[in-house]
């Protein structure tokens, strides 16, 4: 290592020299007037690439440098890449004319530093990476599963509104017993009869549709004093379903009691008072000017089915007990049901086998409802035996679904073979060739709009 | 033709994109491999300009996201300072303005400066607001800026020099 040795060094200077030549530093010292103009390069400039440099080129490039930098001892700065690639660490000496910067080579030492920082730093930024990746995958979660909440909501909401459809048409059905009669005018038994039951009975056909959500009681379950439990079946449905979606999470609790006169239901909730528009759907059957939502319209239904019946509700709020109790009771008169003018059971067996598919429970209720009465439903119907049994045993009535080509195929062969009885055909026919195969079928037809229409859901 | 020099310090957190939008600037030129800067780099440009040149000296200095002893020294003599975030990182904002205070604390108070937000070219993936933005806008030169596309690079620095 070629130090300078010049006696016009400062001896601060020179005292760095040794320094860095006892660490065996690599150095060089570049002087310069008080304007920057190049006096002297002292050293090993070659190792620092300075010396090709021009001396009006190496005098910009240090003034650019030292700008600003206090000429005395101290004035440090540590690891400049210099613009030809070389990394040093740069001092400033002065005597009375001079300017002297030393350079120190630092290359090794910034190499190593560099690799270290390097790995430390790309480490992080990837970690960094990672974890925004891993944010936006939560937001996509939760984004998709707060969708995936709506779409639940909306299916259920659905479902509501398909269970209040589905309560009104069973609803219908069961009202219009004697209708149904006139129509399979040669019923095997009357169902009048079949219809009168227990409270006990009550309590298993609402059981039946609303599962065990509410828990449904009666003082004395054996006593038969209902002429229809079906009918009453109907009235106190849509309460059991203002109920649950009122109180999803809480206790809903219905106690049914019956005189000679009258049937006597007192439903509790936990929860809030009715508000402004639950009381106007009750008691003035007031719309609001919005949707209604499930328990609303089990409400309005509540008050439908009141009006039918000639029945009449009361209220009690204890705002004292938990979150306060709301205690609805109905009063529902047990003569015979008036039979309405117009034949609803069209829409009832039509709307009843449209949903007969979809909900288990129903399915259920309503083959239990059918064979109480001694009629057959047949959901496997495609056999030879099937049609030989037919014919030996041929019912009053069959029914057949006609969006089903092998239900409808099924009563042309029966027709084809003999068959004499009445035939209907459920729901609406789309196409030409269905509607051909159902007159063929000399089928009668129930359509869905009819239902629709006299629902008043068209 | 004459030219006055003016050195300009480049301060930020590391990984904002301090050399690349250097190297886009002097060079035309960017490289996506990550090259970490130890201490400082130099580099200078001569703007041209009709009355008199102007030589940049630009001090690449290594990122952190706050300015010690030996990053303040490469302050000495500035004329003005270019603070850079990495828009994807919200972080790197709060310590470009914090190192920004501190250069002011160290040189002048009214230290010319100007924000350069990098990685305009990854805007689906900033975490920098807009209205973050428009908030620092109201006491600093603010220039959204892609050292890979080279937008708003220039636009950047001459509005520094403007100021110099």
Known sequence: MKLPTTPKLPNTLLNSLDELRLKLEECCVVEFDASWQLIARHGNVSRFALHDLADADLSQLFQALCMGLPRTRGAELKHVGLPNGVTVDLRLYSSKLSVFVLLVDVREEVEKARNWQQNAQETELLSYEKSRELRKTRTRGQTLKSQNIELRRNLWLAHAAHDLLLIQLTAHVRADQTALLELLSHAREPLQKQSAGSLGELIDMLRLCVADRIDIAARNPQQSALHSTLRATSALLPLLVFAHARNLNANASLNLSADAHALKAELTTSGSDLNSVESALLWERLLPDRDLSKSEMALLLTADRLDDFGGRTTRSFNAGAGNGELKLTLSLPLEKPVIPEQTRVQIAVGALFWVLSQRDEQLFAVRQFIQKRGFQMQQHFDTEAMLKRLIAHPPQVIIADASDAAAVKFVFRARAEGYVGRTLALGSLNASAAIKAVFDAQCEQLSESGIAEALGLG | ?164
């Open chain 2, 1 to 164: 033709m004459s030219e006055i020099t003016r050195k300009i310090c480049m301060l930020g957190d590391f990984g904002v994109g301090k050399t690349s939008l250097v190297e886009r600037f002097v060079k035309q030129a960017f490289s996506a491999k990550y090259q970490t800067t130890v201490g400082v780099q130099i580099h200078t440009k001569i703007i041209e300009r009709p009355e008199r040149n102007l030589k940049l000296v630009l001090w690449d200095v290594a990122g952190k996201n706050a300015l010690d002893g030996v990053r303040l020294s490469y302050l000495q003599g500035a004329g003005g300072v270019i603070v850079v975030a990495d828009g994807t990182r919200e972080a790197t904002l709060r310590s470009a303005l914090y190192v920004l205070m501190q250069a002011r604390q160290e040189t002048r108070a009214d230290l010319p400066a100007v924000l350069l937000v990098n990685k305009l070219d990854r805007l689906n993936d900033w975490e920098v607001t807009p209205a973050a933005l428009l908030e620092i806008r109201k006491s600093l030169p603010v220039f959204e800026a892609s050292a890979l596309s080279g937008e708003g690079v220039a636009s950047g620095f001459d509005s520094l020099c403007e100021r110099l």
